[in-house]
């Protein structure tokens, strides 16, 4: 009967929370004054076309170094609490997908690397980023994963590659400090044409360093979760 009554209250304090907050809701008609000094110049001052990548590595670039090392913290979490606790070895091999899957992600997998990489190549033009990059990475590894369970990625391969991209982001942002206005400024680099590949200062730099970040490190606790590596 407790337990009920606790639950019936639960529910409704819930209801009760949901319902203050919609009845109170009201659609913004205009731009606060921050969101408005972004849109009207931000394009001059960063020279990116996708104005949210601008927003998102250079004025709130620590919140995404800071999301950055959280990945990292817990892929490296990952790792650990598998090698610690350790996996036991399966009683058979892993039945192999049939022929035509194993030839189809032959040739599917470099499509999909290369799909992310020009996720995150093109961050400062179109929608897109280091993280949803390295996520189309990450999912290229987890397909080569399910059709070829043998399969194996070299990790000394990982470890240098994410190694080498977190230390590049760091490396960027001290330049922004020295060269330009501050910490992960843009400005370090020139800004170059606006709406073309080379432009934006470092802000495509910054997200091919995240990307490949990214896609290493979730590759990583992938290839923990399968249990081999070399």
């Known amino acids: 009967m407790a337990k009920r009554l606790l639950i019936v ?23 606060s004054p921050l969101a408005t000094r972004y849109v009207t110049q931000g394009p001059d001052e960063l020279g990116a076309q996708n104005l949210v990548t601008a927003v998102v590595v250079t004025y709130r670039g620590l919140d995404t170094l800071g999301e950055v090392t959280v990945l990292f913290l817990s892929a490296a979490a990952v790792g650990l609490l598998l ?12 039945t192999p997908a049939s022929e035509l899957v194993q030839t189809a992600v032959q040739y599917l997998f470099p499509i999909v690397l290369l799909f992310g990489i020009y996720i995150f190549a093109n961050g400062h033009l179109t929608p897109g980023g280091g993280f949803q990059g390295g996520a189309v990475i990450a999912s290229a590894t987890l ?18 590659t994410e190694s080498l991209s977190g230390f590049g982001y760091v490396v960027i942002g ?3 400090l020295v060269l330009a206005g501050g910490f992960l400024d843009n400005r370090a680099l020139p800004l170059g044409e606006y709406g073309h590949l080379f432009s934006a200062g470092a802000i495509p730099v910054i997200y091919v360093f995240i990307g490949l970040k990214v896609g290493t490190e979730l590759s990583a606790v992938l290839e923990h979760f399968k249990g081999d590596s070399q």
């Open 174 to 176: 001290v330049l922004g």
């Open 9 to 31: 209250l639960t529910l409704f304090l819930l209801a009760s929370m949901f319902w203050q907050a919609i009845s109170h809701y009201t659609e913004k008609t205009a731009l």
């Open 83 to 94: 090698t610690l606790g350790g996996r036991e070895a399966a009683e058979q091999p892993p």
């Open 143 to 160: 397909l080569l994963f399910l059709a070829l369970p043998l399969s194996r990625l070299r990790h000394m391969l990982l470890s240098l």
